[in-house]
């Protein structure tokens, strides 16, 4: 049986050099950009892999989240990570026109 995260609270480390992936959100109005999208993920995910002391989450792992509003704390949560990469593609004729934060 796999114990629950509050019985190993304080009993594990706390995740370090630990990165997840997300998948990179398509905000053009073309759904073939999807694909693009994914590659970028895809290709992020292999290049980081070959980074000494780096561990990398899965390409699973990561895509489970994709289309979910998930907060960002609760995905490095779940994913044991202390960093998370996640970007938008987007058209760059409709890039002026996506909310700044």
């Known amino acids: 049986m796999v114990p629950s995260r509050d019985e190993l609270k304080g009993k594990t480390k706390l995740p370090t050099n630990r990165?997840?992936?997300?998948?990179f959100?398509?905000?053009s109005a073309d759904p073939e950009n999807e694909y693009f999208s994914d590659g970028i993920t895809e290709e992020l995910l292999?290049?980081?892999t070959k980074v000494d002391g780096l561990q990398v989450t899965s390409r699973t792992s990561a895509f489970?989240?994709?289309g979910k509003n998930t907060d960002i704390r609760e995905?490095?949560?779940q994913l044991n990570v202390?960093?998370?990469l996640e970007e938008v593609c987007a058209n760059p004729e409709t890039v002026?026109?996506?909310p700044r934060s």
Do not use: H
């Open 19 to 23: 990165l997840a992936v997300l998948p």
């Open 25 to 27: 959100v398509n905000m």
């Open 82 to 84: 202390d960093r998370i």
């Open 75 to 77: 995905i490095g949560i």
């Open 96 to 98: 002026s026109a996506l």
């Open 64 to 66: 489970a989240f994709k």
């Open 46 to 48: 292999n290049a980081f």
